[in-house]
């Protein structure tokens, strides 16, 4: 009986060791971004665009890779979605697949940062890309030259307190 009770106690141990070793309720989550070199391209024009018909087709509020445009998460600008011309997606032997992230780089502040493909530009243009922004918070913008690189994100746990390098 007590060789039961040891090894049941045992096994529950071992069974609770990875709960205890995994948990993060304490550490703050530190996002790195890692550019990959070959996947950076200039695009020699990038404009602001937005979900309407007249700048879309007749479902302005679906993208080409089938993902739907939350009105209410535009306006808040918690949405950072891309369009890119369609000799830059691999669908056209590009190299950006839609739903990769990529890190736009303008020298402007309010569009710098981290971007999600997930639409395409009609055949007409190349090497060049669109912002989705709500009409009510940005209708106008051009930018020339601006870098684009393909990101992969990695999410490292630390320990709050504790130096972050």
């Not at 404009?47 to 089938?66: F, M």
């Not at 939350?70 to 839609?98: M, P």
């Not at 990769?100 to 530009?121: A, F, Y």
Request: proline share 4%; with cysteine; charged share 25%.
């Amino acid at each position: 009986m007590k060789k039961t009770f040891k090894t049941i106690l045992v096994v529950i141990i071992l069974m609770m060791t990875p709960m205890i070793g995994s948990y993060t309720k304490e550490a703050g989550i530190k996002h790195t971004i890692r550019i990959t070199k070959e996947y950076t391209a200039v695009l020699e024009t990038l404009t602001i665009y937005n979900p309407v018909k007249r700048q879309c087709d007749n479902t302005p509020l679906v993208t080409a890779s089938n993902a739907r445009i939350d009105v209410t998460k535009l306006k808040k600008q918690e949405i950072r979605w891309l369009a890119l011309s369609r000799n830059l997606l691999k669908r056209w032997n590009g190299n950006f697949h839609y739903g990769d992230t990529v890190k736009l780089s303008s020298g402007d502040p309010s569009i710098d940062g981290v971007w999600i493909i997930q639409d395409n530009l009609n055949k007409r243009y190349k090497n060049c890309g669109d912002l989705l922004f709500d009409s009510n918070v940005r209708k106008l913008g051009k930018w020339k030259n601006v870098k684009i690189s393909k990101v992969i994100s990695t999410s490292v746990l630390h320990p709050i307190g504790l130096p972050i390098e």
